[in-house]
């Protein structure tokens, strides 16, 4: 048992070690770090901008290092903005996000109810990056969040998984290592395409009635792959390209989410596509 125990390490190590180094870095615990004018829960909805925003981030990622700079972003713009941390496992400080997504799901579902009751508003808008624009599917489609949310704006979303530029394709050659990261980190095993989450989630179809949704990807993406995987089909589904919209901008998973204002101003027209102006490569000064 000890050599086979041995073998599992590297790869433990290396889907571990994948998923650091494309983490933002954390800046400071969630709780105490500046939050720039957003999770402001005296803020009351404007005539323009009715409906509270949830940000929902990555794994390995928290409430405030996510969301350093959309955040500020959407805020400038007028909107109540909001973040949760979720996915917490014990002993693990500031990288969030490896919970079992569904129990994830049930932390979004009574953060969100804490955003509608502060605020007032009878639905609210969720931008998510990475497993944060694919977790909150499962709220809308199992926990009743259809009936609170108007869209979901996923950036880089693992909508149905991902192979980790084909690191998991290396998990058969090590019998028990699916378990053994199922026990460590069940928030990573769900994403792994093929998953009982996944096809749980995505059976039936990937959309719910009377919620839009908005994919937001990248072909430079090296964590959510294939990158189309990313895409949703179904009514009321809007599938962008970064590149299709500026041919030279180079973003990978982690800057798609993090800083990239190509990006943002694409989430900004999701949110409020009666007032959507094109989004191009001069967007980033806008």
């Known amino acids: 048992m000890l050599p086979f125990k041995r073998a599992l390490r590297p790869l433990a190590a290396l889907l571990l070690a994948a998923a650091l180094a494309t983490a933002p870095a ?36 928290n409430s405030i290092d996510n969301w350093l700079s959309l955040a500020p972003y959407l805020k400038d713009r007028g909107y109540c903005v909001f973040s949760l941390d979720y996915g917490q496992l014990p002993g693990v400080p500031l990288f969030y996000g490896l919970g079992s997504i569904d129990k994830s799901a049930e932390q979004l579902s009574a953060f969100v109810d804490k955003v509608l009751a502060a605020t007032g508003a009878a639905k609210a808008d969720l931008v998510g990056h990475s497993q944060g624009g694919m977790m909150p599917r499962y709220y809308l489609k199992f926990l009743g969040g259809a009936a609170k949310v108007n869209a979901l704006v996923g950036i880089a979303p693992d909508n149905h998984g ?123 000064f806008s």
């Open 26 to 61: 954390a800046t400071a615990h969630a709780a105490s770090a500046p939050s720039r004018g957003w999770n402001d829960y005296g803020c009351k909805p404007s005539a323009a901008h009715p409906l509270p925003v949830v940000l929902v981030h990555g794994t390995f990622g």
């Open 162 to 284: 991902t192979t980790l530029s084909g690191l998991t394709n290396l998990l058969p050659y090590f019998p028990g290592a699916g378990d053994l990261l199922k026990t460590a980190t069940p928030g990573l095993a769900d994403q792994i395409a093929g998953s009982a989450f996944l096809a749980k989630l995505n059976e039936g179809g990937d959309t719910v009635p009377g919620v839009r949704y908005t994919v937001i990807a990248t072909k430079y993406d090296e964590v959510v792959t294939p990158w189309r995987s990313q895409y949703l089909t179904g009514p009321d589904v809007r599938n962008v390209l970064l590149q299709d919209l500026c041919a030279v901008d180079l973003s990978e998973h982690v800057t798609i989410g993090t800083i990239d204002r190509i990006a943002f101003h694409e989430v900004a027209n999701a949110l409020d596509p009666a007032h959507a102006t094109a989004t191009t490569c001069a967007s980033v």
